[in-house]
């Protein structure tokens, strides 16, 4: 059965299909950072975040991460979500889910503590974004997002208006790739 014969147009039935993204923001990099905040971007559009609260045990602070993010650790005490609540919150809205990230190996090493501290796994799975970008696509993926960031202007780092750049960025890539 064609598209017509389905009741579509070429426009719907070519249209694009965006994938979930994650990002996580977090305390600063290396040995004994953890996770502060979460976003994630749904195919719709539509995104979701929540600070987290640190335990009493996460005790890395990196002044550097704090002047990027603009979060403190006090406002993230005051505000944050527990870890337990995040970790069951990402769990329902993402169950059986693939989220793409274009910083996999930072923002998995954060969600796995996250979980870990909690004796949770994650029902989702999360991935590269390199999984979904030809090698063409790839090369073109930094200047496009520094584009898409600049046209946006949103705040950066910060894990909400990232995912919207991440999301954006996918959208603005895969239509360039596909011509006119």
Sequence with gaps: MT????GETKDESTRLITPWFIDVEASGFGAGSYPIEVAFAREDESLESCLICPLETWTHWSDDAERLHGLSRSQLIQEGLSVL?????LNQELKGKTLYSDAWHYDFSWVHRLFSEVNQLPEFKMASIEELL?????????ICKA???AS???????A?????VLQATYKTVKAFSSGP
């Design 3 to 6: 598209p017509a014969e389905a």
């Design 85 to 89: 609540a995040v970790a069951e919150w």
């Design 134 to 142: 030809t090698e063409e696509e790839s090369r073109q993926w930094a």
């Design 147 to 149: 584009d898409v960031a």
């Design 152 to 158: 946006l202007q949103l705040p950066a780092h910060r």
């Design 160 to 164: 909400q208006p990232d995912v919207k």
